[in-house]
């Protein structure tokens, strides 16, 4: 088993350009934009027939008839079709409505805005903004089809022959998305429309297997199953198509919204929990893997992307950007889902590079892409104040992993050291490996939650601590976990967590984490990513898991996730390696393994170790926060 060949990407792209010849439109709106806050204004046939569904939004500094606008395209399966302007939903309107009428300034919110967050509404002061509803979604019509190239495709049409034939386009389309809008709109730039111009996602998976479900061959069946199963579901129905019915009540386009609503269709064994049955990778995973489409990607992109991503997780975003050609930014940031679109320091570091590419403004606020086509900006401590949330310092460079890492390894010893010489190393410990580990935390509980129940010490986990650091030490980008380890079962789970321990209170800032399920061991040495020699990323096949034998010792290369963190002088580097935690964050490890007990090995042919990046920075601006302060960053 392989990746999809670049030969077939190819040939798809073939097929896009011949199917776009054959598009079939619908007549272009009239210049005042009727119907716009009211759900979709038109709907575009594409090239099989199917009825896309489109809400075209004016600047809102008022649309001047004849002037030529840029455009931002943002094309999701939510509500994207069919949202006002503000990207307020339907329930968030019904807020809106009782805290006016009723005085209540306190009501509990329904929705928490989940598209205003997102919306091109961002950015439509100086843009046209469209939103579309991929098929088989909201008042598009047709089959529903996951992350399918076919609604790249459908991205492809609607920018190059709808949205650029326009009276009020001026031929430049930037695609705009975050999570769902994000990935798809990634699909669409694969596709290369001529006509795109660039491009600022966030929340990407980079691939669906590896990245979510199963990283590192341990089942996830936390958040991927809720966002199948129900979010997904509710956002589309109510967000999509029950708002737009509301509105219009009759008119033509909720007629047009019925009968597209009515061919909605899915095929079974293209649903993602079908697919997830099996533990292993195969087609339909490496088809919607953005890995896969990734060369492809030419044109100017700004990638955005939160360490603690409770969503689409931390492992897209960068490697991702590592993938594509071109201009390209990638900003880096400690954070939970929401933070890739609130903070002003985010956004106004997207907006800058959209503007620069879409309006030609000078580019203050990031590097001048001209100058240095690629760069990368790693924001530190972001946290929240009274006036938003703001960063306590600023690293730029100008690839990733950052081209001034220097890769650090922290060797395991007897009574729970860690060390940077690999000399004096004697010893095992053992851990007891059954069920779903108590090492668990909410994301809903927030991060300072699990004080009694999660953090102590037990038999089931087993922890090591360098000596206190003499000054601030920072690192950036991915780690790596060498453990030596024999287990009395024929497979287990590793869960290695990297935590930042502060003896003054005792607290632990949980910064990241890696997986690995012992029989998923296998590496494609030719596919992993190197810094040099040293091999940071390594790829993993998952087409063909293999026990291992009981009580033999094998060496595990834990891929953990990418950080950027700052470690204040006098902290130490704390390492922990256990079972699966039963919940992390909004995930769910679901246990495929027996009960068993685990023996790390440390010594001198046994030389268990992490590996971090280690990059020179001095620039933090702000004092140190308390326990809990960084957002989204879990300590207790």
Known sequence: MRRMSFRSVRTWMTVVGVLGSMLAISPAPANDFPNYHGGPTDFVTVSDGISIALNVVPPTGGFVAGKQYPTIFEFGGYENGSSSASGRTLIGETEDYYEEYTGDQQSPPLTGDSHGGTSAFRYDADYVSVHGSVRGTGCSSGEFDLFSSRSARDGYEVIENWIIKQAWSNEKVGILGHSYSGITGFGVAATQPPHLTAITISGLIDDLYRGLTYPGGVSDYGFPVLWTVAIRNVYDVVGGSVQALARHQGDAIAQQCARNIATHRRTVVNDPGVQGINDTDNDWWRSRALTTYAPLINRPIHITGAYQDEQTGPRGPAHLWEMVSGPKRLLLTNGDHGTNVDPDEVWGDRKAWMDYWMRGLPNATVLDPDDRPSSVRTLFEMHVTPTGSVSNGVKDSTSFPLEDTTWTPFYLNAGGTLQTSDVGLVGS????????????????????????????????????????????????????????????????????????????????????????????????????????????????????????????????????????????????????????????????????????????????????????????????????????????????
């Open 429 to 636: 410990d053992r851990y007891v490996s059954a069920g779903p580990g108590r090492q668990s935390w909410s994301y809903q509980a927030g991060p300072t939650a699990g004080k009694q129940f999660t953090t102590p010490e037990g038999p089931d986990e087993l922890t090591f601590k360098a000596a206190p650091f003499n000054s601030n030490v920072t690192v950036v980008g991915p780690m790596t976990a060498n453990l030596f380890i024999s287990s009395t079962a024929p497979d287990t789970e590793l869960f290695v967590q990297v935590i930042d321990f502060n003896p003054a209170d005792g607290s632990k800032t949980y910064l990241q984490r890696g997986l690995l399920k012992a029989s998923h061991r296998a590496i494609d040495l030719s596919q992993s990513d190197y810094s040099g020699s040293f091999m940071y990323r390594p790829y993993r096949p998952h087409t063909n898991p293999t026990d291992i034998t009981p009580n033999q010792t094998y060496e595990y290369l834990v891929e953990v996730f990418p950080v950027g963190h700052v470690f204040r002088a006098g902290h130490q580097l704390m390492i922990k390696v256990h079972t699966p935690p039963a919940v992390d964050s909004y995930y769910i490890y679901v246990p495929r393994r027996a009960p068993a007990v685990n023996t790390l090995f440390h010594d001198a042919t046994h030389k268990s170790r992490i590996t971090l990046p280690f990059v020179p920075f001095g620039g933090l601006t702000g004092p140190a926060l308390a326990c809990g302060q960084q957002e989204a960053v879990r300590c207790v």
